[in-house]
């Protein structure tokens, strides 16, 4: 194939040829620009580029074959070597740490992707580009497309209570895009700190201070973030799970969202609403609307289809008062030129024609009979142990009777090939006043359902040295936040 390189020689220095060549290769292959697996040029090729004999280059490749840079792949020529070579670092202190290589990962965060209804986004993508008029292939509006924001906005409100005009709704890439251009915004309403829960996702907490905000870690308990810590810290904005709190599965209650809303008013601040997880809601207590209903000019709301469809497409969305909406809009437009038309086009077919509505409803069997599962296992083989939170979401979070270890459990687990987290990795910081007993958060969305029993009998051999040695007819205890028994609805009426 007729690939291209871009590189030079220079015959005015004792260097050979063959050496600049390998050194200008090299550079670039260490430096990131040809990543692993890049074709080449064929020898004959960029001889004729740079202009010297076929033989120089053919010699400047087998050197680097030789040292494992380049490899020859039969029929298709000359690539970087797909496997990195020693010293030639390519990662980034924002890549995830590596996860060892194991049979069962129980993590939370994973989305099920052959879940993805591909013959229904398909069918909407290919109408999306049937459709396409003159100007849709341009710079699509930095805050969407005109009718993918009309689509979300009236699914969210008959959804989840959200009350947000087109007009004030955004597309964003994803929900951490759209977080990040809220912090972007704030300080220009003096607001350079945000209180996060704790525990809550590192991912986000560092996100947040990687924008030049400081996050400051608040704590939670069976009701939510707690509001006193919460007006000691001075901050003005917070960020929430209300809905299902993240790890914990703890639900805001009534009480404490009014409370919220009152500290929102009282310091003139705002309240950041992640709606995560409440697709999936399987209690039986009704599923909470969101907070963003109960004062849109004190709550920006935000979510993606990373979790119910996949994360690859890259597609969220922000209800932001309308005060704020010119500001989040102008932080945008010195960041990016907007998401991809086609695919809002797409997705905004898919909401029109209900077939996300449709897809939910497929998934949320799977998903609740995976949970049925992980509770009997949980009964089964971790003796003591307690389910705290809502029957909702893609995890639960087990707590542990407190003379547990949690760390050497979680080690003895990855030792038997299950990969899990302990609660103290969602820990953000301690808290003097907040003690927490020993937990570990069981993700269950990517893990077969024929493998969830296997898995987790595999921690409960790690776990067995600690289980109480009395007697435990009923096994582990399955109880709410409130202490109220855990009970999951064979069918969950959630539109």
């Known amino acids: 194939m007729p690939w291209h390189l871009t590189i030079s020689v220079c015959r005015d220095v004792d260097e050979p040829l063959s050496r600049q060549i390998q050194s200008a290769i090299k550079e670039k292959i260490r430096n990131g620009v040809l990543l692993p697996g890049v074709p080449l040029p064929s020898s004959r090729l960029l001889a004729r580029d740079i202009g010297v004999s076929r033989s120089v280059v053919v010699e400047a490749y087998e050197q680097m074959s030789a040292e494992g840079y380049l490899e020859a792949v039969q029929g298709s020529g000359t690539r970087v070597a797909t496997r990195p070579v020693v010293g030639v670092d390519r990662g980034s202190g924002l890549d995830e740490p590596t996860a060892p290589a194991v049979r069962w990962d129980l993590r939370v965060g994973a989305t099920d992707v052959t879940n993805f209804p591909l013959q229904e986004w398909l069918s909407c993508y290919q109408r999306a580009t049937q459709s396409l008029g003159a100007n849709d292939l341009s710079y699509p509006p930095i805050t969407g497309i005109p009718a993918l924001r009309t689509e979300l906005a009236s699914y969210l409100g008959r959804v989840r209570g959200v009350r947000v005009e087109p ?219 307690s389910i705290r939170g809502a029957s909702a979401g893609r995890h639960v979070y087990v707590e542990l009777p407190h003379h547990v270890d949690e760390a050497a459990v979680v080690d003895g687990a990855l030792r038997l090939s299950v990969l899990l987290r302990g609660g103290a990795h969602f820990r953000l910081a301690e808290t003097p006043r907040l003690t927490t007993p020993p937990a570990l958060v069981i993700g269950y969305s990517a893990v077969r359902p024929s493998d969830i029993n296997e898995a987790l009998a595999r921690v409960g051999e790690s776990y067995a040295r600690y289980a109480d040695p009395r007697p435990n007819r009923n096994g582990a205890s399955l109880t709410r936040s409130t202490g109220q028994p855990l009970r999951i609805p064979r069918s969950a009426a959630v539109p």
């Open 167 to 385: 007009a004030h709704t955004m597309v964003t890439m994803g929900f951490a895009h759209g977080l990040g251009l809220i912090c972007r915004t704030l300080p220009t309403v003096g607001i350079d700190r945000i209180g996060v829960e704790n525990p809550g996702s590192g991912k986000q907490f560092h996100f947040i201070r990687s924008t030049g905000m400081r996050a400051v870690p608040v704590p939670v308990d069976a009701d939510g973030v707690d509001l006193d810590a919460l007006a000691r810290s001075g901050v003005r904005a917070v960020l929430i799970t209300a809905a299902h709190q993240f790890p914990t599965g703890a639900t805001m209650s009534l009480e404490r969202r009014q409370a919220l809303l009152r500290w929102a008013s009282d310091v003139d601040g705002i309240i950041i609403e992640d709606d995560y997880d409440t697709e999936f809601w399987f209690d039986q207590r009704e599923r909470p609307p969101a907070i963003q209903g109960s004062d849109p000019e004190r709550v920006v709301y935000g979510g993606s289809l990373s979790k119910v469809l996949a994360p690859g497409l890259r597609l969220g969305w922000l209800a932001v008062p309308e005060w704020l909406f010119g500001a989040v809009e102008r932080a945008r437009a010195t960041s990016d030129q907007g998401s991809d038309s086609i695919t809002q086009l797409a997705v905004s077919e898919f909401l029109r024609a209900g077939l996300l509505d449709r897809h939910l409803r497929r998934l949320r069997p799977r998903y609740r009979s995976r949970l049925e599962t992980v509770v009997q296992a949980v009964r089964r083989h971790l003796p003591g142990a």
